[in-house]
């Protein structure tokens, strides 16, 4: 027997539920396909917190911030606790990139302002700065494991079904609805369909989509940044991103990032640069080489940190050769993949672009769909519903 729906969304990490709650909010008949429990840790959603980090230059970021930012709220003004916490954020390092999201930040009006060593050094008396630092009053973490609890919530509370514990076995779009067939936590395998679906899976993207959509390259690699203590409990921290020039990151490996995660001491990690995995086979564990790089960072960078401390977490970036999003529609397939290691942040601006393409309103922005990939886009891919 088989189940008749208006959407399916497959994955149910940030970027699925953020689209159900969205496509639900709408009317719409969305039934949710999840391998996993909530908060497990095989993915990319899960843990305490996330930089809520504005410093970008390119407007179709910032843009997609913006709208984010004002749907987080809306989204908190549901629950009875926050979603984020606006300690602000420092951006430092590579002159340049500072400087071009300095200059781009003002032009929108936000809320910034360029420091000093010694002025950084006088507010955060834990982190150790160089040239320019960037001051984003309005960024600092996003509480991620909180955050779905509330995706959750609301979009149950609009009408989603959402199943967990069932694997998705196939995809056929090739008739006028299209047919998942899944494996529920029976183990009986059955068909659900509907007008369209969106698969938003994070690791798992490119095999559900291989012969369905003509996706670009998708690294997917198990990432490793760790918690440390701070020395004095009372230093307040802000987020941070560390950019090194390209020089430097010959050396380094990678950007660093991180903030405060109330509980747990101060997350640093080093930017994509995890060891590829198969994500149904992963080590949970970082090669010596990132964790050294990591304590040395630490060492170097944070004097209000104990180096020796850190307790590391596991997670999976899935990145494309740009370290853009894809978000496009292919026929009644609507397609969320590549996050990057920096998707979090925009969710629930991501949930609206994708429902606007499941219920063809619109396409994805330019910058983000196939196309902009190198990639071809099968006929099919209009706003239209075909």
């Given at each position: ?73 809306e989204l908190e003004a549901g629950?009875?606790?926050?979603l984020l916490g606006l300690h ?126 003509e996706l670009p390259e998708l ?168």
């Amino acid at each position: 027997m088989g189940t008749q729906t208006d959407h399916i969304i497959v994955g149910g990490g940030i970027m699925g539920l953020s689209a159900a709650w969205q496509l639900a909010e709408r009317g719409a008949r969305v039934h949710l396909i999840e391998q996993f429990d909530p908060h497990h840790a095989r993915g990319a959603s899960h843990g305490s917190t996330r930089n809520i980090n504005n410093a970008y230059h390119e407007e179709f970021y910032l843009d997609l911030f913006d709208e984010a930012f004002a749907l987080w709220r809306e989204l908190e003004a549901g629950v009875s606790f926050p979603l984020l916490g606006l300690h602000g954020l420092v951006t430092q390092g590579d002159e340049t990139v500072v400087l071009a999201a300095h200059d781009a930040l003002v032009a929108r009006g936000a809320d910034v302002a360029l420091l000093t060593p010694a002025e950084a050094s006088e507010h955060w008396a834990g982190m150790r700065f160089a040239g320019p630092v960037l001051l984003s009053r309005q960024a600092g973490i996003g509480y991620a494991a909180r955050a779905l609890d509330a995706l959750e919530a609301a979009a149950v509370s609009a009408g989603v079904t959402i199943e967990r514990h069932a694997r998705v076995r196939g995809i056929d779009p090739s008739t006028e609805r299209v047919r998942i067939e899944v494996e529920g936590a029976d183990g009986a395998v059955r068909t659900v369909d509907a007008e369209g679906a969106i698969v938003a899976a994070g690791a798992w993207s490119k095999p559900l989509l291989a012969g369905l959509v003509e996706l670009p390259e998708l690294t997917v690699t198990e990432e490793h940044p760790a918690h440390f203590t701070p020395r004095d409990p009372a230093v307040l921290w802000p987020s941070f991103n560390h950019m090194f020039t390209p020089a430097e990151l010959d050396v380094r490996g990678g950007n660093v990032y991180g903030m405060p995660s109330p509980g747990e001491g101060v997350k640093v990690g080093l930017h994509a640069v995890g060891h590829v995995v198969d994500p149904d086979q992963r080590t949970f564990a970082a090669t010596p080489e990132v964790r050294a790089a990591v304590r040395e960072h630490v060492a170097e960078w944070f004097p209000g940190l104990d180096p020796d401390t850190g307790v590391e977490i596991s997670c999976t970036y899935t990145s494309t050769p740009s370290g853009r999003f894809v978000l496009d529609r292919v026929g009644r397939l609507t397609v969320a993949a590549g996050f990057s290691g920096h998707g979090y942040k925009f969710a629930p601006a991501i949930g609206r672009i994708l429902a606007d393409s499941a219920t063809g309103v619109a396409l994805p922005p330019e910058e983000f769909r196939l196309p902009a990939h190198g990639t071809g886009t099968p006929e099919g891919s209009s706003p239209e519903q075909p």
